[in-house]
């Protein structure tokens, strides 16, 4: 499974941790990265409510392009799908497909700032799962902030879950994408554990290929189930967010080559404005109370989060510089 990489996995982390200290650098790739994620979230919004596993699909194979000329272009193609773990990859790309689909399914039923905000309570959980998973210790000021970043998620979500809406059809149908989105979260707080495991020994656009050209292949077994027929708008929307996808990864990949996680991670948030503005221009989507104050709060929480990650990792380093002197 993977617990001896030997040294061509030791080689490889070696060579990604290898980072340029240029912290603006990162954050304008990291902000440029998440406008073009909301860009595709636009796009698959404007498409129209089709179904999830087809959505899936153009997204993950059509990602796939930017990311293998980017590849080519660094000379690594040959490489890329090598592993020596492929179950795990295969098992990764389950977990992050059934994320995708429920994220995809929440997006065409809720206002966009509404499911791009739901989806903020994904750090929140990897938190949780953390502890439970991994078994890794949670102290009191991360487990408060989890409870305070959940709330603010009930605070966006309860408007939706009540029985008490004006249109009835309308309100099923948000009610049905606000579970999707916060299971969608949890699902792909797990998938992000699993990614834990691999990034000790897979090199980024391993971990990136195997899990667009799993996320495809899986996508196919809905076909099924009920594939839309596609205008030609909806097919050239879908694949230009599938290639808005590949392109936003590489450029998020970037991001962390250039600057620490701690650094570039709170600029995530950005897309809530970002969605704020095309919900509103593109899509009439009014943003309500609960949705801007739960959103600021879950926002808080997960900045809390990061700072508090970052407090420890400045911890755990000192200590281990002191401690050769000790010994």
């Known amino acids: 499974m993977g617990n001896h990489p030997g040294r061509r996995g030791s080689k490889v982390n070696k060579s990604e941790s290898s ?49 293998l000329a980017y590849l080519a272009f660094r000379k690594e193609l040959s490489t890329a799908f090598h592993t020596k773990r492929p179950l795990n990859h295969v098992a990764r790309g389950m977990v992050g497909v059934t994320a995708m689909g429920l994220g995809f399914f929440a997006l065409t039923r809720l206002p966009l700032p509404e499911a791009i905000t739901l989806n903020y309570a994904q750090p929140l959980l990897v938190v949780v799962f953390s502890s439970i998973i991994l ?32 249109n009835a059809g309308l309100g099923n149908d948000e009610m049905l994408g606000v579970i999707a989105a916060i299971v ?19 090199r980024t656009g391993t971990i990136v290929l195997w899990f667009s050209l799993t996320s495809t292949v899986l996508a196919l077994f809905s076909y099924p189930f009920g594939w839309t027929a596609l205008t030609f ?33 709170p600029f995530e948030y950005t897309s809530m404005i970002f969605g704020l503005a095309v919900g509103y221009y593109l899509f009439g989507d009014v943003p309500t109370i609960h949705m801007l104050v739960g959103g600021l709060i879950v926002v808080g929480a997960g900045i809390f989060i990061i700072w508090r990650e970052r407090q420890l990792g400045l911890e755990r380093r000192a200590v281990r510089q002191v401690a050769p002197s000790q010994a």
Do not use: D
């Open 184 to 202: 969608g979260a949890a699902v792909s707080a797990l998938a992000m554990i699993v990614v834990r495991s691999l990034v000790h020994t897979e």
């Open 233 to 265: 708008q909806q097919t050239a929307l879908l694949i230009i967010a599938g290639c808005c996808g590949g392109l936003g990864q590489l450029l998020m990949t970037e991001a962390y080559r250039y600057a620490e996680a701690s650094t570039v991670a």
């Open 135 to 166: 078994g890794e210790t949670i102290r009191f000021y991360r487990w408060s902030a989890v409870v305070v970043g959940l709330i603010g998620v009930c605070i966006i979500s309860w408007p939706k879950l009540t029985l008490f809406g004006g």
């Open 19 to 67: 980072r340029v200290n240029r912290p603006l650098t990162g954050i304008a790739f990291k902000v440029v990265s998440v406008t073009v994620f909301v860009a595709m979230s636009s796009l698959i919004k404007a498409a129209g409510p089709l179904p999830a596993g087809q959505i899936v699909f153009f997204r993950s194979f059509f990602a796939m392009l930017p990311i």
